[in-house]
């Protein structure tokens, strides 16, 4: 298979995990794993959370409705019903819990701040092969741009240095704004293929690198080649991705 186009999420796999920080709220609150991120998925389309990636509502209304949706206690029997589905044994306790919108967010946002060096290196040293078209396809938001302090604590915007790296940043919020496609954030697979039709490239054509399984599996139908990035374990992913361009993307230092 000759690949065309490489395409990186931002979150989870050039900066530190949101999934890190919602691990973290559900063991300062006694909640069990993966119940926050059952009770996300579960809003759907018109959830707070997937309208904040689509440009939809501005951050404050978020930060109310986020909390609400996920301090409903029909939350408790979606988890329930998620691990009989998944085989996993059920806690023999959920804890009542008021969700604080805005601090949980805080809390996801602030694992983005770091940028993960080895993914940073894979880029460069893609883009510098002169072999393949590289992008960023990322659900994001929109940061207050009169509020510095909180967009300080929600971890600011990505870094310049990355940002520049990609020949194309595809962004969910921004898509979304301009109304290009209706529910343009991943794992609809429009917003894949919008990123294919900006690159001029075929699906086939391509490599998806995210952290998330839904997205990468919307991606894989679609027919790209697909590399999920574990937290803690972006030097696997990096591995697997040299096996498919065929080329060295550690620095010198890194294999010291």
Do not use: W
Request: with cysteine; charged share 25%.
């Amino acid at each position: 298979m000759t690949f065309k186009a490489v395409i990186f999420d931002i979150g989870g796999v050039c900066v530190g995990s949101p999934m890190a920080g919602i691990r973290l709220y559900e063991e300062r609150y006694g909640l069990p794993t993966n119940y926050i991120n059952v009770a996300i998925t579960q809003q759907g389309e018109q959830g707070a959370f997937q309208k904040l990636e689509r440009g939809e509502i501005k951050l404050h209304d978020f930060y109310i409705a986020f909390g609400d949706q996920l301090s409903n206690p029909s939350s408790k029997q979606h988890y329930l019903n998620y691990l009989e589905k998944t085989g996993k044994p059920a806690p023999s306790f959920i804890p009542d819990v008021v969700i604080n919108g805005k601090d949980l967010f805080t809390t996801m946002m602030k694992e983005t701040q770091r940028l993960d060096q080895k993914v940073f290196t894979a880029i460069r040293k893609l883009r510098e092969s002169g072999q393949f078209r590289v992008a960023a396809l990322t659900n994001n938001f929109e940061l207050p741009e009169d509020d510095l302090k909180e967009t300080e604590e929600l971890g600011g915007k990505v870094p310049e240095t990355l940002k520049k790296m990609f020949e194309l940043f595809i962004e969910s919020r921004l898509v979304g704004l301009r109304q290009v496609l209706y529910y343009e954030r991943k794992p609809d697979p429009k917003f894949y293929l919008h990123a294919c039709k900006l690159l001029n490239v075929n699906p086939t054509e391509c490599i998806f690198l995210d952290d998330i399984g839904m997205n990468l599996s919307s991606a894989k139908k679609l027919g790209m080649a697909t590399i999920q990035v574990k937290i803690g374990k972006s030097e696997e992913a990096i591995q697997q991705l040299e096996a498919l361009v065929g080329l060295d993307l550690h620095s010198k230092e890194q294999k010291l």
